[in-house]
């Protein structure tokens, strides 16, 4: 670990690493709670998408994915809202809609697409010190949601409740897909696209077997999470694996600890 | 002082008029038993005070409209309990969300203090640290009752909430309303299938998408008004005022 810890990139990608991993672990317990696994899905096809254009336009491919994957998430909420279409069926309209526009974009930008194995999978190579700022700007996402959690999880719970309690609970759900959207691109330097809905998963699904109560699961979910990057972080420095499948194997891992624990009597 | 004032409420569900031109005043500290039949609209009838569905008419709380009367000022208690049942939640959390309006993340020592004095106060104290999704039916209603008494509302609105509780539990039930009311003064409207527990209110409504009778139980519980509610039932009446228990 210490001789990682001596490379700046190593810096950075821990850096990275840490501050998804706080945005991970607070949206975790609502993706999880409201079952939105699937939208983490959609949304890391649209940031795809997002990332192919960015390729395509020879830009830096987060600053397309950025805009993209924020639309795609107010598209789906504003689709379930005015419709009586589900969730589910929302979403995979716009997952289909997304990859197509990925795979036209990947096609037209031939020569560029040296680097989509990072992409997809993860880099630790991919934090470079221009990404800083979007660190920053991460941390900022992190401190803005904090407040959101008690209302948050309050419509969560029971969301007429909430209403009955004069709650904004509307915005707070286009509030929430778009700290998601938001949080899930930053995550893709780290984890990659194809694992960045995972990443947003298993944290709050192993915590949803160790906690009983929401601020319990919250807690083990942000532990769970930056544990599994930290730990990731350095399995892919010594094994050189993509950075977000060592991260996500780990989780994985976690994940059947906790469950193997549920199956014993005194487990939760 | 008018607690409640309802001029001309109407609510559509698309083509479906579920309430239509319900006019009442609710004095403070009254106890109004709503009854009606079976989709008559009593339910509708509170969610639109609490702004859960949209209204035509107007509607005022304590001499404000809705939109500026307080959310504190009400307590509820939901005929149907939509909560995710996965949720990991205790009890005593729930019963906190009446004190701050959010999910508490932890509970300051007075919090905890107020939400276990109003799970006392109905009984349920044994509950506090019991997960929520593993309650039963009356049990559910006792806490949802504490978290509806522990804000200290001006307008308690209870939506069947008697529902599933015991025979005790419920002669209990009545028991904690009357003594918060006469504490607090706080008015009570509440939905009840219990004939005799509307004819202890003070006023009863009867229901029916309109307002059938309002007034004191001998006047709304009279033969016609149930007849007019119940439509061709006509032993509704018995089952009301000669019957007793039903
Ligand atoms: N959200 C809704 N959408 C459509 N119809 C509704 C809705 N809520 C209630 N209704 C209808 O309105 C009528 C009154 O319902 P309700 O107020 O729950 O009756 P009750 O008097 O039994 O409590 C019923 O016919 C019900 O089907
Ligand atoms: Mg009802």
Partial sequence: MLEALAYPFFQRALLAGFLVSLLSGLLSPFVVQRRLSFLGDGLAHAAFAGVALGLFLRGEPLYFALPFTFLVALAITFVRERTELSEDTAIGVFFALSVALGAVFLAKARGYTGDAMGYLFGSLLA????????IALLLLFALLLLPLWGPLAYATFDRELALADRLPVVRHD????????VSLVLAVKVVGVLLVAAFLVIPGATARLLARTFAGLTLWA??????????????????????????VLLQALLFGLAFTKTLFPGGN | MLALEVQRLSVRFGEFQALEEVSLEVPEGAFVAIVGP??????????????????????????????KADPLWFGYVPQIKTFDRTFPALALELVATGLRRRWPFRLSPRERAQAL??????????????????????????????????????????????????????????????????????????????????????????????????????????????????????????????????
């Fill in chain 1, 174 to 181: 286009y509030l929430l897909s778009g700290f998601l959207a």
């Fill in chain 1, 127 to 134: 934090v470079g010190p221009q990404d800083l700022g979007a």
């Fill in chain 2, 38 to 67: 079976n989709g008559a609209g009593k339910s509708t009838l509170l969610k639109a005070l609490l702004g859960l569905v949209p209204f035509r008419g107007e509607v005022r709380v304590h001499g404000q409209p809705l939109e």
């Fill in chain 2, 117 to 246: 004095e109003a799970l006392e106060r109905v009984g349920a104290s044994a509950l506090a640290h019991r997960p929520l999704g593993r309650l039963s039916g009356g049990q559910l209603q006792r806490v949802y009752l504490a978290r509806a008494l522990v804000r200290r509302p001006r307008l308690l609105l209870l939506d069947e909430p008697a529902t599933g509780v015991d025979r005790v539990g419920e002669v209990d039930l009545y028991r904690y309303l009357e003594a918060y009311q006469a504490e607090a003064g706080a008015t009570v409207l509440m939905i009840t299938h219990d004939w005799e527990a509307a004819h202890h209110a003070s006023h009863v409504l009867v229901l029916n998408r309109k307002v059938v009778g309002f007034g004191p139980p001998e006047k709304a519980l009279s033969e016609e008004c149930l007849r007019q509610a119940f439509g061709h039932l006509g032993h509704a009446h018995d089952l009301y005022v000669g019957g007793g228990h039903a």
């Fill in chain 1, 222 to 247: 942000l532990f769970l999470a930056s544990l599994s990057t930290g730990l990731g972080l350095w399995l892919s420095f010594l094994l050189d694996w993509p950075s977000g499948a060592s991260i």
